[in-house]
Nanobody, 123 residues
Framework: QVQLVESGGGLVQAGGSLRLSCVGSGRTFRSNTMGWFRQAPGKEREFVAAITWDSSIYYTDFVKGRFSISRDNAKNTVYLQMNRLKPEDTAVYYC?????????????????WGQGTQVTVSS
């Protein structure tokens, strides 16, 4: 069992930056693949980025070059650094974990979810 708690969301102007954090509990955290998803009002939850236990990384196209995912297994924490934010990045951002060592893009592949953190980008 893994419990996840996100933090770091907030209100930022377009072009600004935020860093989201997700702290996980459980001694198996470091072997999990971690993902970030987001859900805007009226839209489906969508994949943003994922990182495996050994830091293999995958990004969705609309965040490449702007967002960066990383993890610190000693702290059971995964991060999402978001730069050059745009109003269309406004959403609730969720951290998720899957107990496998491979990247997955579908939310159905993730077993554990945090409660989400709101990111609002003003124009």
């Amino acid at each position: 069992q893994v419990q996840l708690v996100e933090s770091g969301g907030g209100l930022v102007q377009a072009g600004g930056s935020l860093r989201l954090s997700c702290v996980g509990s459980g001694r198996t955290f470091r072997s999990n693949t971690m993902g970030w998803f987001r859900q805007a009002p009226g839209k489906e939850r969508e994949f943003v980025a994922a990182i495996t236990w050994d830091s293999s990384i995958y990004y969705t196209d609309f965040v490449k070059g702007r967002f960066s995912i990383s993890r610190d297994n000693a702290k059971n924490t995964v991060y999402l650094q978001m730069n050059r934010l745009k109003p269309e990045d406004t959403a609730v951002y969720y951290c998720a974990a899957r107990p496998y060592r491979t990247i997955a893009l579908s939310l159905r592949e993730y077993e554990y979810w945090g409660q989400g953190t709101q990111v609002t980008v003003s124009s």
